[in-house]
C-alpha cells in the first residue's frame, strides 16, 4: 500500500531504543505512524553512533541535516510534509521558525519527551538540599519551553503530573496537549501470579545511563538511605 501521508521528525538525536528510554519512545512513535501508513523522514544534526537503530529496517529515510542553515529550507520544502515531529522543545526552537516559514501549512507536533523545566527545578531542589516548590518552576528555561508549545499545534506529554503542571500552574489551553503515555503491554493477572513476594525481594536494579542526571541521583539516594539504615 501506498503511504498516503508525510511526516518529518527532527530528532535531537538518533534514536537509540537499547540505551535511553527517550529512544524507545521515538521508536514506538515511528511504529504508531508506521502503522497508520505514513511515509516518515528523519533528521537530525546529532553524530551517528554505535547504539542508534537501524531506521532503514523501518523502512524510514534519513537524513543529516545543519542548524542555522538555508539548506534545511530547500530540504523541508522538498519533502512538504503534511507533519513535522519535533524531538523535544531545542529541536522546535532551531527549526519551527524554518518550518513556519517554509512549509506553513503542515501540523506542527511537539514531543515534549520529559517536561525539561520541571526536572530542571526538581533538579535544582536536590542541588540545594530542600524540599521542591512551585517557585522551582519559574525559570528562563520554563518560558523556552512554554513558548515552543505554544507555538506547535500540539504537544505530546508522557505523564499525569506533568498534565497537571501545565494546565494548572502555567496555564496552558488542554487543547494544545495531549496525555501519551509510553506505549506497553498491560500487566496481566498472570504477569503478577509468578512475581516474587515483597519480602522475597533483595536489592535493585538501575536500568539507564547517569548522563541523565535524575539516574545519578535515584541510584545515589537509594545507596546514601541503604548506608543510613545499616548505621543504626
Known amino acids: 500500500m501506498t503511504p498516503t501521508k508525510k511526516l518529518l521528525i527532527i530528532g535531537f538525536v538518533w534514536p537509540e531504543p537499547k540505551s535511553s528510554a527517550a529512544g524507545s519512545r521515538m521508536m514506538q512513535l515511528i511504529q504508531f505512524f508506521k502503522d497508520q501508513n505514513w511515509s516518515i523522514t528523519f533528521a537530525s544534526t546529532?553524530?551517528?553512533?554505535?547504539?542508534?537503530?537501524?531506521?532503514?529496517?523501518?523502512?524510514?529515510?534519513?537524513?543529516?541535516?545543519?542548524?542555522?542553515?538555508?539548506?534545511?529550507?530547500?530540504?523541508?520544502?522538498?519533502i512538504n510534509?503534511?507533519?513535522?515531529?519535533?524531538?523535544?522543545?531545542?529541536t522546535e526552537e532551531q527549526f519551527g521558525w524554518r518550518v513556519q516559514s517554509s512549509v506553513p501549512g503542515a501540523i506542527r507536533i511537539l514531543d515534549t519527551e520529559d517536561l525539561h523545566s520541571l526536572r530542571y527545578g526538581r533538579m535544582k531542589a536536590v542541588k540545594e538540599g530542600r524540599e521542591f516548590s512551585d517557585d522551582d518552576l519559574i525559570s528562563d528555561l520554563a518560558k523556552r519551553?512554554?513558548?515552543?508549545?505554544?507555538?506547535?499545534?500540539?504537544?505530546?506529554?508522557?505523564?499525569?503530573?506533568?498534565?497537571?503542571?501545565?494546565?494548572?500552574?502555567?496555564?496552558?489551553n488542554p487543547d494544545l496537549l495531549l496525555y501519551?503515555?509510553?506505549?506497553?503491554?498491560?500487566?496481566?493477572?498472570?504477569?503478577?501470579?509468578?512475581?516474587?513476594?515483597f519480602e522475597a525481594r533483595q536489592h535493585f536494579i538501575s536500568i539507564g545511563n547517569f548522563r541523565h542526571k535524575p539516574n545519578l541521583d535515584s541510584v545515589l539516594f537509594f545507596k546514601r538511605r541503604d548506608m543510613a539504615a545499616d548505621s543504626v
Open 46 to 78: 546529532a553524530n551517528d553512533s554505535g547504539f542508534m537503530s537501524d531506521l532503514a529496517a523501518y523502512n524510514v529515510r534519513t537524513e543529516s541535516i545543519e542548524m542555522n542553515d538555508k539548506s534545511f529550507d530547500h530540504f523541508v520544502r522538498e
Open 81 to 90: 510534509p503534511d507533519m513535522i515531529l519535533f524531538d523535544r522543545f531545542m
Open 145 to 172: 519551553e512554554i513558548a515552543a508549545i505554544y507555538r506547535s499545534d500540539l504537544s505530546l506529554i508522557i505523564s499525569e503530573a506533568e498534565m497537571a503542571y501545565l494546565e494548572k500552574f502555567y496555564k496552558v
Open 180 to 197: 501519551l503515555p509510553y506505549a506497553l503491554n498491560p500487566i496481566t493477572e498472570a504477569d503478577v501470579e509468578i512475581w516474587p513476594s
